[in-house]
């Protein structure tokens, strides 16, 4: 039987994956301040969820992405709801939580081994901030969301609230940093727009990097 090549590399990456050590934590600073990562579009991984609760990642996908695209990911703008809508009625989308939200956001296609820096996206801020002491689930936390809706969306909205409102607990009372890349911006500023008390009770800091607003990087200093 004829063996493809994507095959192969498949088959590799999975031993090379049993066989990668995960990364050690190795020094905690208890002192420093919460931060939360929020990505741009297309940063975050999605999930197709099926009704028997089965899960698919759709995005991103370097293997049989065409055929993932096109069964789970296509999708309808439903200008009623404003709201935009799979094809396939028995899948709906969702983002990952695992690591505090930090999975979604890393690597965007974690089985990927062989040249998986182009699917990095936090990756190498979330391995440089634990060397220097941040600890996921305590002082780092993502925040990652389902780039196709709108950023004004009431879910959407609730979400970002209820994160906030989770980091707070999680470290203690202490205020958050938030670090935003482009449309993460975008969601952020409107969520600061719409829920000003909020956003004041629970943020300290906000850098927005390459957002769509005055200029390349931006500082907002809630205090």
Known sequence: MAVSLEELVKVLEIWL??????????????????VLL??????????AV?????SDRVWVRIFAADYMFRTK???????????????????????????NGLYAIDVLDPDLILGRECVYYFHEMITQM?????????TLFGFG????????????????AAKLESIFTASGGKRI???????????VKCFMSLHSDVFEKYVKNWIAIAAPFQGECSLAMVD
């Open 73 to 99: 990911l296509w999708s309808r703008f439903d200008p009623s709801t404003g709201k935009t809508l799979s094809l396939d009625p028995n899948t709906t989308i969702r983002v990952p939580e695992d690591r």
């Open 17 to 34: 994956k049993l066989i990668k050590k995960p990364q050690e934590q190795q020094y905690v600073d208890s002192n420093l301040d919460p």
């Open 130 to 138: 634990i060397k220097w002491g941040f600890q996921e689930g305590k």
């Open 38 to 47: 929020v990505p741009g579009i297309a940063g975050s991984i999605l999930e």
């Open 50 to 54: 099926d009704q028997n609760g089965h």
């Open 177 to 187: 940093n938030i670090i935003s890349h482009s449309m993460g911006g975008i969601l």
């Open 145 to 160: 969301y389902d780039f196709r809706q709108s950023n004004r969306l009431q879910e959407v909205m609730e979400r970002f």
